[in-house]
């Protein structure tokens, strides 16, 4: 059973528009929360994470907003950019566990 | 450190052939991940091991599928007997557990899998 979920397959935008990825998930154990970026033919990378006790986080043009009510998380990037284009993964993290689960991910294009 | 490092990088095999996976870890890392990326269900964990223990395997599919750590710095994933399913990417990751940032992988570039 997937206890994080990503409902958009896909996600395409102008470049300089923002972009919102969202993300959910089930396990209430989990206390982090992270979103990876992917290149074809590369692994996934690390691109910006939210703890449990926080709503947000900024890193750059990239948010993270968590509702741990509605176990829902999404990714702003503001403004895009065509760079931007690449499947980005959701993740959840449970401290102690050490396992680390993913979304099936959503592949993002930003138009020039 | 040249990062997580895979081998092969494309595999293609026949119905009922064994396959097998290889990872070289980031020196020093704790934990290693092995995960299969499909369509249907994204980046699935499969396994994950904490200095060299297996430590969760309830992701393996099926009893066809078999990893090791016989020690830090290798790990293997084998396939036996492979079938037309198991095609997908594989892909393993290190990480420093709690000494480093919280949920922070470091993925290899993956093994793409054909089983034809």
Redesign the interface.
């Known amino acids: 059973d997937q206890q994080v979920k990503q409902n958009s397959p896909s996600l395409s935008v102008q470049e300089g528009r923002i972009s919102i990825l969202n993300c959910d998930y089930t396990n209430s154990m989990f206390d982090y929360f992270l979103w990876y970026k992917k290149y074809p033919a590369e692994g996934p990378t690390f691109l910006i994470s939210i703890s449990s006790i926080k709503d947000k986080n900024e890193d750059g043009r990239f948010t993270v907003f968590l509702n741990k009510s509605a176990k829902h998380l999404s990714l702003h990037i503001v403004p895009s950019q065509p760079g931007d284009s690449a499947v980005y993964f959701c993740a959840a993290f449970q401290t102690g566990a050490n396992n680390l689960f993913f979304g099936t991910g959503t592949r993002l294009t930003v138009i020039p | 450190d040249a990062g ?1 490092i895979q081998s092969p990088r494309h595999e293609v095999t026949e119905m009922g052939q064994e396959v097998t996976l290889r990872c070289k870890p980031i020196s020093g890392h704790d ?1 290693l ?1 092995w ?1 299969r990326q499909t ?7 499969l396994i ?1 091991f ?1 200095n060299n223990v297996p ?2 395997d309830s992701g393996m599919p099926e009893d066809r599928f078999s990893a090791k750590m016989p020690n830090a710095s290798f790990s293997t994933l084998k396939i036996q007997p492979s079938e037309p399913r198991d095609s997908a990417v594989y ?1 393993c ?1 290190s ?1 420093l ?2 000494r480093g ?10 093994t793409r899998l054909t089983v034809v």
């Open positions: 997580v934990y991940f995960y369509m249907m269900r994204g980046l699935e964990l994950y904490n430590i969760d892909f990751a990480s557990g709690d940032r919280e949920g922070e992988a470091f993925f290899g570039q993956g």
